[in-house]
């Protein structure tokens, strides 16, 4: 069985309320990028911007991240 | 040199071969084959060969053609994708069936005696050298390949 990681973003967003376009200009990174993290089509991270993500939504990893069966 | 302005030139190179080749298909052959058919002393042999060489030529026109999309994309930013590399494994596959047609049809006409030892030692030169740009092709096909997912690993990187 193969299994996916599930950016949960919005939950977070929604807890901050913070919209994804703060969220990006926090993280360095563009509106785009955050979709693709989203959206799941995604292939790497890199571990600074999962920090990046973390300080921006005061946040665990494991609270945005989540691993589940296709 | 700027990816646009390599884009440009290599388009400028592919429209030069590509009416050097249309002039000796359209031109050269024509003329210069009746002379050395008759130098042959068969002049019968003429259309055959005209024909057989039409032929081989229609691969590589093709080549061209996909030889212009790889370069329209190069322009637009898009060097490593799988599209190229698909392009090239087809100009790999055109120039080996060419050099095979030619090949198998050079045989065919020697021993129906209407060749001569030296044009079919021409031809194999030719067809070698087929050969040689096939598995070139086929190469930068795989190398393109391997960087188009590099590049989108890369791209989807966050």
Same mark, same amino acid.
């Given at each position: 069985?193969?299994?996916?990681?599930?950016?949960?973003?919005?939950?977070?967003?929604?807890?901050?309320?913070?919209?994804?376009?703060?969220?990006?200009?926090?993280?360095?990174?563009?509106?785009?990028?955050?979709?693709?993290?989203?959206?799941?089509?995604?292939?790497?991270?890199?571990?600074?911007?999962?920090?990046?993500?973390?300080?921006?939504?005061?946040?665990?990893?494991?609270?945005?991240?989540?691993?589940?069966?296709? | 040199?700027?990816?646009?302005?390599?884009?440009?030139?290599?388009?400028?190179?592919?429209?030069?071969?590509?009416?050097?080749?249309?002039?000796?298909?359209?031109?050269?052959?024509?003329?210069?084959?009746?002379?050395?058919?008759?130098?042959?002393?068969?002049? $019968?042999?003429?259309?055959?060969?005209? &024909? =057989? %060489?039409?032929?081989? !030529? +229609?691969?590589?026109?093709?080549?061209?053609? @996909?030889?212009?999309?790889?370069?329209?994309?190069?322009?637009?930013?898009? $060097?490593?994708?799988?599209?190229?590399? &698909? =392009? %090239?494994?087809?100009? !790999? +596959?055109?120039?080996?069936?060419?050099?095979? @047609?030619?090949?198998?049809?050079?045989?065919?006409?020697?021993?129906?005696?209407?060749?001569?030892?030296?044009?079919?030692?021409?031809?194999?030169?030719?067809?070698?050298?087929?050969?040689?740009?096939?598995?070139?092709?086929?190469?930068?096909?795989?190398?393109?390949?391997?960087?188009?997912?590099?590049?989108?690993?890369?791209?989807?990187?966050?």
């Amino acid at each position: 069985m193969e299994y996916e990681i599930i950016f949960n973003i919005d939950v977070m967003l929604a807890k901050r309320k913070m919209s994804v376009t703060e969220l990006a200009e926090r993280v360095g990174i563009t509106i785009s990028n955050i979709s693709i993290l989203k959206n799941g089509k995604a292939k790497a991270i890199k571990v600074s911007t999962l920090a990046k993500l973390c300080e921006a939504l005061d946040c665990q990893p494991g609270d945005i991240l989540e691993c589940r069966k296709k | 040199m700027s990816q646009k302005s390599l884009s440009n030139w290599l388009k400028g190179m592919i429209c030069g071969v590509g009416i050097c080749g249309l002039l000796i298909c359209v031109l050269v052959l024509p003329m210069f084959g009746g002379k050395l058919g008759v130098l042959a002393g068969n002049p $019968s042999l003429y259309w055959t060969w005209l &024909i =057989l %060489l039409w032929l081989t !030529s +229609i691969p590589c026109f093709i080549a061209l053609v @996909f030889s212009w999309r790889i370069v329209s994309n190069i322009g637009n930013d898009c $060097s490593f994708t799988q599209e190229n590399a &698909i =392009l %090239l494994k087809q100009i !790999s +596959i055109l120039a080996g069936g060419d050099a095979l @047609f030619l090949f198998v049809w050079n045989i065919v006409l020697f021993f129906c005696n209407m060749n001569h030892p030296s044009t079919l030692l021409a031809c194999m030169f030719v067809d070698f050298l087929g050969v040689v740009i096939a598995v070139i092709f086929a190469s930068l096909s795989h190398l393109v390949g391997k960087a188009a997912e590099l590049q989108d690993e890369c791209d989807l990187t966050i």
